[in-house]
């Protein structure tokens, strides 16, 4: 019953912006779109939330659409660093945060 | 600072024997989560606190429970390991999330469990 739908896989030139989409075409009204990241064999780390208006902060900015049903991850300087996987998710309910399958950057000098 | 503290990092036990995996947070958070994540795969909801109050997911096997003894500390117990409970447990925090609120999630780094 995931919630989003993510690109498996993608490539990125280090030094240049990633755009990352995600899919949420039964989000509520007031559900957030928040994005998270996985480096190697680590815990997953928050990167940004938002319900309506863009936002930005020192990781990234995301962008949602007006009808809310998609939204982009905008990381402007990717390095190599970022190589990642990053999680798109739309919470089920108060409480409850589940991950879909997420996208797998790979960032290339 | 580490703020979600979980031990150990690897942990070996043998199929069928009792295994507890711990984690404890300073950040005073109401909620506590706790995630199975195979090899190559998402982080799967198995369980989260509020507060006191517990909230299995539904496909949650009956061989994993939690304790939550207070607002630090969690754990996660497996009663009968079997070979394909050898994953990452990541142990998470947030503040409550109630209607129309938003909490981001911090994660601990992990523990390997491995059956044998």
């Known amino acids: 019953d995931a919630k989003t739908t993510q690109p498996p896989s993608m490539d990125c030139a280090e030094g240049r912006a990633a755009n990352l989409p995600c899919n949420h075409s039964t989000i509520s009204g007031n559900e957030y779109v928040y994005w998270y990241r996985q480096i190697h064999s680590q815990g997953p780390q928050y990167i940004i939330h938002g319900l309506k208006n863009n936002e930005t902060n020192e990781m990234a900015s995301l962008i949602i659409t007006e009808d809310r049903k998609s939204s982009t991850l905008i990381l402007p300087h990717a390095t190599l660093r970022d190589t990642a996987v990053y999680y798109c998710i739309v919470r089920v309910r108060d409480n409850d945060m589940r991950f879909g399958a997420g996208t797998r950057l790979t960032v290339k000098p | ?116």
């Open chain 2, 1 to 116: 600072d580490a703020m979600v503290i979980q031990n150990p990092r690897y942990q070996v036990t043998q199929f069928g024997k009792p295994v507890t995996l711990s984690c404890s947070q300073t950040l005073n958070h109401n909620v506590m989560y706790w995630y199975q994540q195979k090899s190559s795969q998402a982080p799967k909801l198995l369980f989260h606190y509020y507060d006191k109050d517990f909230n299995n997911e539904a496909d949650t096997p009956d061989n994993f429970q939690s304790r939550r003894p207070n607002t630090s500390f969690c754990f996660l117990d497996i009663r009968s390991p079997g070979l394909g409970d050898a994953a990452m447990y990541l142990c998470a925090t947030s503040r409550a999330i109630r209607s129309g609120g938003s909490y981001e999630q911090y994660f601990g780094p992990g523990t390997r469990l491995t059956v044998t």
